[in-house]
């Protein structure tokens, strides 16, 4: 397997565009995560998903993010408008499930930045 | 308040001395912790897990401790080398929460040859 595949790797939009990342998980993982890494505040779950559904979005910062998971080997992550405070670097990650002896995958991130 | 602490400075050693990290956890009931290792430019990568009945665990190089009385973990590095210069991090995955790995801000570690 490829691993967590996420897309693009970088991206630099102006504020107010609208931005869509894309993930694909590891086949087989029932978990996908949507993860938000910045100096200050570090690895912050957004929102996740079990079998495609979404199950928590209390990290969802604010309603111009919006995340959906259509089937279970793509996920994408919106963010319209987008602003310069969400500048970070944003990663998804699977799980077969929970506390698994294999713990959670990561992509490589994609790294944001708006001007 | 919920907190996962690391330790904040970063950790300088020795290439063949044994690096020993911190996670101290405030309020939270864990079934399990994690541990990762993150690369920059990189993703984090699963390194090891122990449950909450479980005292220690051991990968190779590696040893976790978990102590739900201390509410804490150390994560240790035998035999370091230079290609174990990371940042480690800790995490929950707390009973109430569900399914949400929640993460400590990880210490840096880096072994000097």
């Known amino acids: 397997d490829a691993g967590v595949i996420q897309s693009p790797r970088h991206e630099v939009t102006e504020m107010g565009q609208e931005v869509t990342l894309r993930c694909k998980p590891i086949s087989g993982h029932d978990y996908l995560f949507w993860y938000r890494q910045t100096m200050m505040r570090g690895l912050e779950l957004l929102i996740y998903f079990n079998n495609n559904v979404p199950i928590d979005d209390s990290g969802m910062p604010e309603d111009r993010f919006s995340a959906k998971m259509p089937n279970a080997s793509f996920s994408t992550l919106k963010i319209q408008p987008s602003e310069p405070r969400d500048s970070a670097v944003y990663f998804c990650?699977?799980?077969?499930?929970?506390?698994?002896?294999?713990?959670?995958?990561f992509g490589s991130g994609t790294r944001l930045t708006v001007v | 308040s919920q907190k996962i602490e690391q330790n904040s400075e970063a950790l300088n050693i020795q290439e063949g001395k044994t690096a020993t990290l911190t996670c101290n956890y405030t309020?939270?009931?864990?079934?399990?912790l994690q541990w990762y290792r993150q690369d920059p430019g990189r993703g984090p990568v699963f390194l090891l897990l122990?449950?909450?009945?479980?005292k220690e665990k051991r990968k190779e190089r590696l040893k976790v401790t978990f102590d739900t009385t201390l509410k804490q973990s150390l994560f240790h590095i035998t035999a370091s080398q230079p290609a174990d210069s990371a940042t480690y991090l800790c995490?929950?995955?707390?009973?109430?929460?569900?399914?949400?790995?929640?993460f400590g801000a990880g210490t840096i570690l880096r072994v000097k040859s």
């Open positions: 995490a929950l995955e707390p009973m109430e929460y569900g399914n949400k790995l929640v």
């Open positions: 122990i449950r909450e009945n479980e």
């Open positions: 309020n939270y009931s864990p079934a399990y």
């Open positions: 990650a699977s799980t077969p499930g929970q506390a698994s002896p294999y713990g959670y995958t």
